[in-house]
């Protein structure tokens, strides 16, 4: 059983940044791809991002790509999600999840869940 804490979250205004980090416990971290999803009051859980367990591939929702960028630190058992030029609609609970059944991006292949953390961005 894999334990996930995710913290970094804040208040930020559009056009800054913010490091989400997510901790693993209780599992072999190493061997899970990790993704990030996001979800907005009265919306579906979105894809944001996912990173293979050898953190050698990398995909993107359409909507983040070119601004975020998820990472991983095996050693650490972490997973980072880096977010730069911040906008108003990113604006979210953001959940960090671990997946033993490979890099994928619906939310349904994903096997484990973090409580999740708030992002909001101001105009």
């Known amino acids: 059983q894999v334990q996930l804490v995710e913290s970094g979250g804040g208040l930020v205004q559009a056009g800054g940044s913010l490091r989400l980090s997510c901790a693993a416990s209780?599992?072999?971290?190493?061997?899970?791809?990790m993704g990030w999803f996001r979800q907005a009051p009265g919306k579906e859980r979105d894809f944001v991002a996912v990173?293979?367990?050898?953190?050698?591939?990398?995909y993107y929702a359409d909507s983040v790509k070119g601004r975020f960028t998820i990472s991983r630190d095996n050693a650490k058992n972490t997973v980072y999600l880096q977010m730069y030029s911040l906008k108003p609609e990113d604006t979210a609970a953001y959940y960090c999840?671990?997946?033993?059944?490979?890099?994928?991006?619906?939310?349904?292949?994903?096997?484990?869940w973090g409580q999740g953390t708030q992002v909001t961005v101001s105009s």
């Open positions: 999840a671990a997946s033993e059944r490979g890099t994928y991006y619906s939310a349904a292949l994903f096997d484990y």
């Open positions: 209780g599992g072999t971290f190493s061997s899970y791809a």
């Open positions: 990173i293979s367990w050898t953190g050698r591939s990398t």
